[in-house]
């Protein structure tokens, strides 16, 4: 049966398109993307929905936080307030957005922070009296403004962005050839355990670059 959605198809070239077109100009320099010179990871996926990014930044935070200042930013989805805000863990997840708070409430010790603009974000980060050393950016692979020293890219097991459509007629946010600025792929969600055939089928499945390094990730 004929999915309604791949209907929609030539709304998807338009708004793919358009994607392209937003990333060429960053790429080229016409937008600007501002670095920074301490290390920025940036996690993120190509698709709406979850992929599992928020226990992907608190297995980050356990193998950063010994050795490292940490600070977390996020958009705050939903949030009710707006601008910077540095998080003490009172807050209600209304006003700064769930996933911020948890990360607050799990590890007190980190700086954790919501900004809409990533930039701004990281320029607030940086004025703390103890500011961090490495910034970990949630949800951030299509913030370009922000240009971060590395990319996590997750796409979940059972809907590969490699065989996903932009938006409407599919789930993507980016055309799947954005997915080239990764550095590493994490495919999320999986069985307990893959066959190594299975490993690389889904290596095929996803084209990787020769410079990608792909792994598989349970939740327990």
Do not use: W
């Amino acid at each position: 049966m004929l999915n309604p959605r791949k209907l929609l198809y030539p709304f998807s070239l338009l708004y793919g398109g358009i994607m392209l077109l937003r990333n060429e100009m960053y790429d080229r320099g016409i937008f600007r993307s501002k670095g920074f010179e301490i290390p920025v990871i940036a996690v993120g996926n190509l698709g709406v929905g979850g992929t599992g990014k928020s226990p992907m930044v608190e297995y980050l935070i356990l193998l950063l936080k010994e050795e490292q200042q940490l600070a977390t930013l996020s958009r705050g989805y939903k949030r009710s307030s707006r601008g910077f805000h540095l998080l003490n863990g009172k807050e209600s997840a209304s006003q700064v957005g769930d996933e911020p708070l948890q990360f607050k409430n799990k590890f007190p010790e980190i700086l954790v922070a919501v900004d809409e603009k990533r930039s701004h974000g990281i320029e607030e980060l940086l004025k703390d009296p103890s500011p961090p050393e490495v910034v970990l950016l949630d949800d951030a692979f299509q913030h370009r403004s922000v240009k971060a020293g590395f990319y996590i890219l997750l796409t979940p097991y059972n809907n590969l962005y490699s065989e996903d459509l932009v938006l409407p007629a599919g789930n993507l946010r980016e055309p799947k050839i954005v997915a080239k600025m990764a550095d590493i792929i994490v495919v999320t969600k999986c069985q307990d355990s893959l066959s190594k055939a299975e490993h690389e089928q889904n290596r095929k499945k996803l084209h990787l670059n020769n410079n990608q390094q792909l792994f598989f990730t349970t939740i327990s």
